[in-house]
């Protein structure tokens, strides 16, 4: 069955840097686009970055953009997202989901920045 | 602000069949596909509808989606106890060239 398992969060430092990984299994990870959405504490979903099956096409939101860099490895069947100069506001769960659809979702994981 | 726009809340009776809206614009409703999530408190949203008014296998048909121009629709009927929870519209914006989500609205069941 499909699965997607994310790790790397964690409190950090604001200015501080955190790097999450998204282990995918139980399908052909290498032929999926794949996403990272995040929720703030009670607060709704925010899409953060795009990767496309082969890495070649990558998007970001605004709020990211300069900050984070999304990667992949498609023979260790996983999703990445390095993140740099951490802010409060970003604070949230992170979530890994599978495109087009967002049909599977990972468990996520709390990134808190924080002094 | 996001930028679709859902209700923050509605509400129905057992039984009952209620709607929510997601309105948007030309650039992400009025051109792309629109989709439905449910987020149960403290788990992962999951998939409702895909492609405006597909239901993935295992989503009882009291779930139904609709878009008209820039505006879609989750319908839920036959509302029940655990249908209370949050739902979240979402598509592609052409423009900001990024996925875009409703702000969320919270369902009541009365």
């Known amino acids: 069955q499909v699965q997607l398992v994310e790790s790397g969060g964690g409190l950090v430092k604001p200015g501080g840097s955190l790097r999450l990984s998204c282990a995918a299994s139980g399908f052909t990870f290498s032929d999926y686009y794949m996403s990272w959405i995040r929720q703030a504490p009670g607060k709704g979903l925010e899409w953060v970055s795009y990767i496309s099956s082969s890495g070649s096409t990558i998007y970001y939101a605004d709020s990211v953009k300069g900050r984070f860099t999304i990667s992949r490895d498609n023979a260790k069947n996983s999703l990445f997202l390095q993140m740099n100069s951490l802010r409060a506001e970003d604070t949230a769960v992170y979530y890994c989901?599978?495109?087009?659809?967002?049909?599977?979702w990972g468990q996520g994981t709390l990134v808190t920045v924080s002094s | 602000q996001s930028v679709l726009t859902q209700p923050p809340s509605a509400s129905g009776t057992p039984g009952q069949r209620v709607t929510i809206s997601c309105s948007g614009s030309?650039?992400?409703?009025?051109?792309?596909?629109v989709y439905w999530y449910q987020q149960l408190p403290g788990t992962a949203p999951k998939l409702l509808i895909y492609r405006n008014n597909q239901r993935p296998s295992g989503i009882p048909d009291r779930f139904s989606g609709s878009k008209s121009g820039t505006s879609a629709s989750l319908a839920i009927s036959g509302l029940r106890s655990e249908d209370e929870t949050d739902y979240y519209c979402a598509t592609w914006d052409d423009s900001l060239s990024g996925w875009v989500f409703g702000g969320g609205t919270k369902l009541t069941v009365l």
């Open positions: 989901a599978r495109e087009p659809s967002f049909d599977y």
């Open positions: 030309s650039s992400n409703i009025g051109t792309n596909y």
